[in-house]
C-alpha cells in the first residue's frame, strides 16, 4: 500500500495540468486489491484484506482553515500527496478565475513561478508546500475582492481593465461607477448593440466601440488624457471581441 501511495505522489507530481482520473482509479483499484498465500505456499482468492477509506479532499477556498492544513501537513506520512493535492486544487480554482476576470494573469505566472522553482530543485517540500499555502490565501482574498468593491465579478473585471496605477478615493469611485454604467448599457441598454455575432460585423462591432467609448467618456475621471482614454476604450473592446469569438460572456 504504501508503494502504491507512493506512486500516487510521484504522478501527480510530474503531472501537471492533466486529467490522470483513469490512473488514480486504477492506482486505487490496486490499493483495494489483495492475495492470500495458503499453507501450501500457493496463491487463492480472498477478498480484500484492507481497503482505502481516505478519499480525496474536498476544498472550499472560502472555508480553508490555512492554520490546520499547515499542522496537518506537518504530521502528514505522504506529504508529497499532500502537495499534489493542494496543487491541482489551486490550478483548477485558479482556471476558473481566470475565466471569470482576464486581468489576473499575473496569478498565473506567481504560480508557475512557485512550481518551476520546486522542479529545479530551489526550494525544499516544506517550503513548497508553504508557497502553495501563501498562494492560496492570496487568491482567497483576491476571490472576494468584488464583494470588498461593491462590484459583481463582470463589473470587477471592466474595473480592472479601467483603472491606474494610482488613483485617488474620488477618481477610483468614478471608475467603480464606470465599469457598472458600461456594463449596464451593453447588457441591459438601448438602443442593443450585442446583437447575434456582432463581433463578425464590421458596422456592428463599430455600434460597439461608440456604445463603450460614450459610456467611458461620460463617466471615467478628467484625469484621463486622450491617450489614456484610448489604451482603456481598446483594452476593453478587445477583451469583449476575444470572449465574444470564443462565445462567452460578451456574445449575444
Request: glycine share 4%; proline share 2%.
Amino acid at each position: 500500500m504504501a508503494v502504491f501511495q507512493y506512486l500516487r505522489g510521484v504522478l501527480d507530481a510530474i503531472i501537471e495540468q492533466t486529467d490522470i482520473d483513469a490512473v488514480a482509479l486504477r492506482v486505487g483499484e490496486l490499493l483495494d486489491e489483495s492475495l492470500v498465500v495458503d499453507d501450501g505456499g500457493a496463491l487463492k482468492d480472498s477478498k480484500p484484506e484492507f481497503r482505502i477509506t481516505q478519499t480525496g479532499k474536498t476544498w472550499d477556498l472560502s472555508k480553508i482553515n490555512f492554520d490546520k492544513l499547515k499542522e496537518d501537513f506537518k504530521d502528514a506520512p505522504h506529504k508529497n500527496i499532500e502537495i499534489a493535492d493542494l496543487r491541482a486544487f489551486i490550478q483548477k480554482k485558479l482556471e476558473q478565475m481566470l475565466k471569470a476576470n482576464a486581468t489576473r494573469t499575473d496569478f498565473a505566472t506567481r504560480l508557475q513561478g512557485i512550481i518551476d522553482a520546486y522542479n529545479a530543485g530551489s526550494s525544499s517540500a516544506d517550503n513548497y508546500f508553504d508557497e502553495l499555502m501563501k498562494f492560496a490565501k492570496d487568491m482567497k482574498a483576491e476571490s472576494e475582492r468584488h464583494v470588498r468593491e461593491g462590484l459583481s465579478e463582470d463589473e470587477l473585471e471592466l474595473f480592472d481593465l479601467l483603472k491606474k496605477d494610482k488613483m485617488t478615493k474620488e477618481e477610483t469611485q468614478k471608475v467603480r461607477l464606470a465599469a457598472q454604467s458600461l456594463l449596464h448599457r451593453l447588457r441591459e441598454g438601448t438602443p442593443k448593440v450585442l446583437v447575434q455575432d456582432w463581433f463578425k460585423d464590421g458596422q456592428s462591432k463599430l455600434r460597439v466601440r461608440s456604445a463603450v467609448e460614450n459610456v467611458l467618456h461620460t463617466h471615467l475621471p478628467d484625469s484621463y488624457d486622450r491617450i489614456v482614454f484610448t489604451e482603456k476604450c481598446n483594452n476593453v473592446f478587445d477583451l469583449m471581441l476575444n470572449y465574444a469569438s470564443q462565445g462567452l460572456k460578451w456574445a449575444a
